[in-house]
């Protein structure tokens, strides 16, 4: 990895605004070429582009900087972004007339983002992380403003899109879209904490 590129992650973790901005536009392009080859319109694009750069921001500590690049690590991280979102509308498709029978989805094989943070095969040691992680992304989610709280609760924790947000909430899709969007700009800097902590870690 150049020198440039783990200081610049280094001061993500540290906690540091104006490196986390530098990181976005610096591979925006990337992750946006990534999105766009499964989005159906620019509104859905920058929705899954948002969250990928969402899921990087938890995950960047859980990135180790002697074993890879960065450039291919989010690449990874935006492709199952990508992934994920292709299941879950898959799996909603799947399941509407049962919605709308019950009234409730069971979320079958979909692990919350919380509890995929880190990878799987971890040792003891990565594994207490992510149960710190874990701690700190739910805390972080209980202190979004009240009127944003569970459309972050769903979005980001169950990882529901906004058609069924609203669905369940009862609200406008347009709604859900707005407090989503203050609500990720929230999360971000209520996680920033975690950054350092885990960064000093």
Same mark, same amino acid.
């Given at each position: 990895? *150049?020198n440039d590129t783990k200081k610049l992650v280094e001061r ?7 490196? $986390? ?11 946006? %070429? ?22 990087? $921001?938890?995950? +960047? &500590? ?31 498709? @799947?399941?509407? &007339?049962?919605?709308?029978? %019950? ?10 983002? %919380? ?27 209980? %202190? ?8 972050? @609760?769903?979005?980001f924790l169950l990882e529901m899109d906004n058609q069924e ?12 879209? &707005? *407090?989503? &969007? ?7 800097? +209520?996680?920033?904490?975690? *950054? ?6």
């Amino acid at each position: 990895m *150049r020198n440039d590129t783990k200081k610049l992650v280094e001061r993500c973790l540290g906690g540091d605004d104006g490196a $986390w901005v530098q990181l976005v536009e610096e591979y925006r392009g990337l992750v946006y %070429s990534i999105c766009v080859a499964y989005c159906g319109s620019a509104a859905d694009v920058d929705d899954l582009v948002q969250d990928t750069f969402v899921k990087i $921001w938890a995950n +960047l &500590s859980s990135f180790e900087m002697g074993r890879g690049e960065l450039k291919n690590w989010i690449a990874t991280v935006a492709r199952n972004q990508r992934v994920d979102r292709y299941r879950r509308n898959g799996q909603q498709r @799947r399941t509407e &007339s049962l919605d709308s029978v %019950s009234g409730e989805r069971e979320e079958q094989g979909m692990q919350p983002l %919380s509890q995929r943070i880190v990878d799987q095969r971890a040792t003891p040691a990565e594994m207490a992380e992510r149960g710190e992680v874990r701690s700190y992304v739910s805390s972080a989610v209980r %202190s979004v403003s009240p009127e944003m709280r569970e459309v972050v @609760r769903m979005r980001f924790l169950l990882e529901m899109d906004n058609q069924e947000i609203a669905h369940r909430l009862r609200i406008p899709e347009g709604t859900v879209k &707005s *407090r989503t &969007s203050r609500g990720r700009a929230q999360l971000v800097q +209520l996680l920033m904490p975690m *950054r350092a902590a885990l960064g000093a870690a």
